[in-house]
């Protein structure tokens, strides 16, 4: 098993065209302003994705090295976390990991969640990464930090370090079956 994986994670703000999205534990995939679960079309006004609770889904990187103080999940659709205690152990089958929100300090993961099923959020991934699926997985050669940096009227990703005046943001770009960053 390799450190690192792909994991789509639910995100805020308004659904596009191409965007993956979720609506009560389906996925769908946007297309010109109505969304589909099977043939089932969905209006994607933002009054709509408000009233069906639709979160659009990011590809990001993620691992299940978590430590106490992680910011962690345990599933696509719930909040964010983070990771206030682990106990147990892995070989004996009776691990349990307890994920609090980060305002109010309420446990927000359900009893039975494990080393399995939780994982921690490295960062976005890339989206020039685009043969990359959820699940697939990468060792650390495979994987590298960027900073997005303002371009003219668009965006660049570039290697660290970079002033920080000019980053706007951060991704991990993959190594592709090309060999090259993306």
Aim: proline share 5%; aromatic share 12%; hydrophobic share 35%.
């Amino acid at each position: 098993m390799k450190p690192y994986f792909a994991k789509l994670v639910s995100v805020e703000g308004p659904i596009k065209a191409g965007d993956k999205y979720i609506i009560n534990k389906s996925l769908g995939l946007a297309a010109y302003g109505k969304g589909y679960i099977g043939t089932a079309a969905i209006d994607f006004t933002p009054e709509a994705q408000r009233d069906q609770e639709a979160k659009i889904l990011r590809l990001f990187l993620c691992s299940r090295d978590i430590k106490v103080g992680d910011k962690a999940k345990w599933s696509k659709s719930d909040p964010w976390g983070v990771i206030s205690e682990i106990g147990g152990s892995r070989e004996n089958g009776d691990d349990y990991i307890v994920i609090k929100d980060y305002e109010n300090g309420q446990k927000l993961n359900p009893n039975d969640c494990t080393f399995e099923s939780s994982y921690k959020i490295i960062g976005p991934i890339s989206p020039e990464a685009t043969w990359v699926k959820e699940g697939d997985e990468f060792d650390e050669n495979e994987v590298r930090e960027v900073a997005i940096v303002k371009n003219g009227n668009g965006f660049m990703f570039a290697t660290l370090p970079i002033p920080q005046e000019f980053i706007t943001g951060y991704c991990y770009q993959l190594k592709g079956p090309c060999g090259h960053f993306h």
